[in-house]
């Protein structure tokens, strides 16, 4: 079965820092990856997603992540933090076997705080 | 453009009590579903359906039921609430169904606690 591991359920950085969230994954085929993030009392919007193209992947806001397949990871990050990135991250791999659109695994979310 | 609307927004229901979420889209999304959110456990889906009469169960579809009478609407219900269905569900859709690395589109969600 597909799962993931976000390691640190919560990370701080200032204002201006690098940001790297962390998603290891376990898959037995080659999976797709999502990165999405969740603004306070508002549902999960897409950052980005991994499709088996090029390992770097930019998504919006600055944000990018690299597949690794030897290190099974899908890190986040973002060169400079900005008070607007506080939010709640979860990486997500999708079973692509079934042919199911969609039918995500996500992982239990890491809470990025910003400060000044 | 309104995407994947969720009603209500809160709800507080007492053990036993029953009631329907409801979820509509307007981006003619033949995959929908419906994931619980729980702190510390990230996102759990409920049900699924890849299109109208077609629905299926995720990883924690215990006391729900769903039906798909047509594109645009998913109703999650809850037969007997009961207080570990406090929870904060979303309802998600994607187009099209039969691509997996097609993203979901979420609503804002419904709070649901039970007391």
């Known amino acids: 079965a597909q799962s993931v591991t976000q390691l640190g359920s919560h990370v701080s950085v200032s204002e201006g820092a690098l940001v790297l969230l962390r998603c290891n994954y376990s898959s037995s085929v080659p999976p797709y990856l999502f990165w999405y993030v969740q603004y306070p009392n508002q549902g999960l919007q897409l950052l980005l997603k991994?499709?088996?193209?090029?390992?770097l992947v930019k998504g919006i806001n600055g944000f990018e992540a690299e597949f690794k397949k030897s290190e099974t990871s899908f890190h986040l990050t973002k060169p400079s933090a900005h008070m607007s990135d506080a939010a709640e991250y979860f990486c997500a791999v999708s079973d692509h076997r079934t042919g199911t659109a969609s039918k995500l695994t996500f992982g239990t979310g890491t809470r990025l705080q910003v400060t000044l | 453009n309104a995407g994947v609307t969720q009603t209500p927004k809160f709800q507080v229901l007492k053990t036993g009590q029953s009631m329907t979420l409801q979820c509509a889209q307007d981006?003619?999304?033949?995959?929908m579903s419906w994931y619980r959110q729980d702190p510390g456990m990230g996102l759990r889906l409920i049900h699924y359906?890849?299109?109208?009469?077609?629905?299926d169960q995720g990883e924690v579809p215990n006391g729900y039921n769903v039906s798909r009478s047509t594109t645009e609407d998913f109703p999650l219900r809850l037969l007997s609430a009961a207080p570990s269905q406090t929870s904060v569900y979303f309802c998600?859709?994607?187009?099209?169904?039969?691509?997996?690395?097609?993203?979901?589109?979420f609503g804002n969600g419904t709070r649901l606690t039970v007391t």
């Open positions: 998600a859709s994607s187009s099209p169904a039969g691509q997996a690395n097609s993203p979901l589109h």
């Open positions: 981006m003619n999304h033949e995959y």
């Open positions: 359906s890849v299109g109208a009469g077609i629905t």
């Open positions: 991994y499709t088996s193209a090029a390992t």
